[in-house]
């Protein structure tokens, strides 16, 4: 009989482990919930391009503080050179002393600018490049984004000496080493910037466009930081998660009407927060949002992403951060990034989510539904066929 037990019991063993051998992934994972990986802070960057206005560096310096937020700034090479020496620069295909952006007007102006970069960069925030003169480079070879590169260096490294300034010891290495980050003007790339951005040394690039819920990885050598298509809250369609392109959906990127401006401002800032809770309580993709040094619309859209900041980067397992440091947590978590893509961590519970939650948020609705991406891929087709060029230092 004894033999007979032993027989019995020896089987069900092997059925038992044949059973589980034929879970699937899914399966295991929620049978064992240790292979789930740790849940990721939920990251929000907030950038700036071009970054010529010497109140908008004193007013988003301070802003920050407040915020519990940091910004990376992509800087213009121009804005470092006076206008009484503009033909220094040449843009590949463009002629001597040529930007769209403009120049640094003088040479106080340079100076104070200098002051406000180094001011920044002591307080926690990043600087990146946006190239020189803000030209579409979406038809540029390899060799036209290298001397574009050569010569932003070339502004940037010797910058304190040309405007007579003593140069701080930190400068050599925030304008080589940890100017590690760039975004395209126009977000006009081609396949000549990716080699040209590991011969400079650059490790990430967030000039691409993906969705709302993609978690970064490395493409073309780089780290792959997009902007996202996020819809327009209370619409059907999409547009980019950028300053310009609310304005250019608002108002076809021109002045449009006081009476309006509260009402872009209210849409940006829900947009933003539908874009920021479907992913914080969905996969945690990290949230980008891209906007430059311009009052467009009355300031409708710095006045909005002051809200949303003030609303968001402050609360539990939210992460306002530069780029870099997005960076730094995905090389030491690349084992992990397609489990966060896939959401395989223990997601937090909503309803303890809104215990936390401001009013805002607790208020906006998920993002569901069709969505038109029709407005939003007209846009980016006339900005890289040239017809549309905005200025970003101009309202």
Known sequence: MSQIIRWIVGTLIVISIASCAGFSKKESAERNPSS???????????????????????????????ANAKF??????????ESSVRSEYKGPGHKR???DIGF????????????????????????GSHANGHFNGSKWSQHQWETEFVQFDQFLVGAWQR????????????????????????????????PALKNFNFKYDTSRVSSPDYWPHIRDGVWNFPLASIRRYGTKYSTLSMDYNFYYSHSKGKRGEPSDFADYREEMYKSYLQYFKTNYLGNRAPVHIGHHF????????????????NTVCSLPETRCVTYTEL?????????????????????????????????DVQNISFDSGEIDDSQVNEFMKAMRDGKINPHPEED
């Open 294 to 309: 311009s009052t467009w619309n009355g300031g409708a859209y710095y006045a909005a992403l002051k809200d949303f900041a």
């Open 36 to 66: 789930l990986v740790e849940r990721p802070p939920q990251f929000v960057l907030l950038a700036f391009d071009g970054s010529k206005s010497l109140n908008m560096w004193e007013n988003t310096r301070a802003f920050a503080k407040v």
């Open 104 to 127: 640094g007007n003088d040479l106080e102006d340079v100076r104070e600018r200098l002051q406000q970069i180094m001011l920044a960069v002591k307080e926690g925030n990043e600087i």
């Open 72 to 81: 990376t700034y992509f800087i213009s090479g121009v804005y470092f050179l």
């Open 327 to 359: 960076m730094n947590f995905l090389e030491d978590h690349q084992d992990e990034i397609k489990s966060y893509q896939a959401g395989k961590f223990k997601k937090i519970n909503p309803e303890v989510a809104y215990q936390y939650f401001p009013k």
């Open 97 to 99: 002393g040529r930007s």
């Open 163 to 194: 405007a007579g300034l003593e140069e701080p010891r930190e400068w050599f290495d925030i304008s080589t080493f940890k100017r590690v980050g760039f975004r395209a003007p126009l977000l006009g790339y081609s396949k000549g910037l990716w």
